[in-house]
């Protein structure tokens, strides 16, 4: 015989936590499936925001009400609960209740309501409410199972946001915040089957500062940093949706340009090379000029994959500087050796 007031997880519950990708794949797994535990008509979980914010996700009679919205943390029950980490239970909301967005549920039935706060390693999180109907008496027991499933939904929410951030510290350059080889593989790769699958082009323009060893040897590997750091900011804000930057290494970036054919790539390559070469860079007040050399490829005949547009770009590459330096040389161009 099961014990009184001993929680009982459903097998669709767990086996969808185990399925869920993300942050929000959990949210709504926990406000779908916590409507049906405590057999409530909604289920309110909010995310405090660093914006000072509430993010709600809400589900209502099944249905999902509010999907990632943000609130004002003032005069709400979540907000509340939220900053003052306790629980707080309200038996019947129909008389009064100094909350508004807790007289706007009365307003549509609901008499009573719970908050817990989303707590883990002494962590504040957020807020998980219940609203029902009917009046809850909400006795010890039921407020017991209520803050162990806020706890192991705060767990959860660290676990993702965590493996978020070492997801994200694998695929970015740790100098200058651009994505890196590894997340150039992967999106280079998705792109590839995009070509092969759908005829969706792709381009990458590969770039190599000018005479970057002559400024480390002239103003030292600090300013040299400096450059590298600017050039990616610069090239980052410069890319659009479609387009993903990356350091390759060293001084050499990557543009990859997705849904973009080669005469389009060439002009936006000449757009972020004169974009490079207005950079006020200087130091110790002395103006140090920093331009960058272009070889852009892209896939098509003759180049069935990226491999050979790597290749193909960098020959160009290796023609731009031979050319002069500070230009943009298609994947055409005649290869000739030159030092960078």
Request: proline residues 5%; hydrophobic residues 45%; negative net charge.
């Amino acid at each position: 015989m099961q014990p009184e007031n001993e929680l009982t997880l459903p097998l669709g519950f767990v086996i969808e936590l185990t399925e869920s990708h993300d942050k929000e794949d959990v949210i709504q797994a926990y406000a779908r499936w916590v409507s049906v535990i405590f057999s409530c008509s909604r289920t309110d979980v909010a995310l405090l925001d660093p914006q000072e914010e509430l993010i709600v996700y809400a589900i209502e009679d099944g249905d999902i009400k509010v999907d990632g919205e943000p609130h004002r943390i003032r005069d709400t029950i979540l907000g509340h609960v939220s900053q003052t980490q306790m629980a707080l239970v309200q038996r019947d909301v129909t008389r009064t209740s100094e909350f508004p967005d807790v007289a706007r549920l009365a307003s549509r039935g609901i008499t009573s309501v719970a908050v817990v706060p989303l707590i883990f390693a002494g962590k504040a999180l957020g807020a998980l409410g219940l609203a029902f109907r009917a009046t809850e008496t909400f006795d010890d027991g039921k407020m017991i199972l209520l803050e162990t499933v806020a706890r192991c939904l705060a767990s959860y929410l660290l676990l993702h946001d965590q493996l978020r951030q070492l997801n994200d510290l694998s695929i970015t350059d740790p100098l200058t915040g651009s994505f890196n080889r590894r997340h150039f593989q992967d999106v280079t790769r998705a792109a590839q089957d995009a070509w092969v699958q759908a005829g969706t082009p792709l381009s990458i323009a590969i770039l190599d500062l000018d005479h970057f060893k002559a400024i480390n040897d002239t103003h030292g590997h600090d300013f040299g940093d400096d450059v590298l750091r600017e050039v990616a900011a610069v090239s980052q804000d410069f890319a659009t949706g479609q387009e993903t930057f990356v350091r390759l290494g060293g001084e050499e970036f990557c543009l990859v340009m997705q849904g973009t054919p080669l005469p389009s790539a060439l002009a936006r390559a000449d757009d972020l090379r004169q974009r490079i070469a207005s950079m006020p860079m200087d130091c110790a007040g002395v103006p140090v000029p920093v331009t960058a050399s272009f070889g852009v490829a892209a896939l098509g005949p003759g180049v069935p994959d990226v491999a050979a547009m790597m290749r193909r770009a960098d020959e160009a590459l290796y023609a731009a500087k031979h050319a002069g330096r500070n230009r943009v040389m298609p994947m055409t161009a005649q290869v000739q050796t030159a030092s960078a």
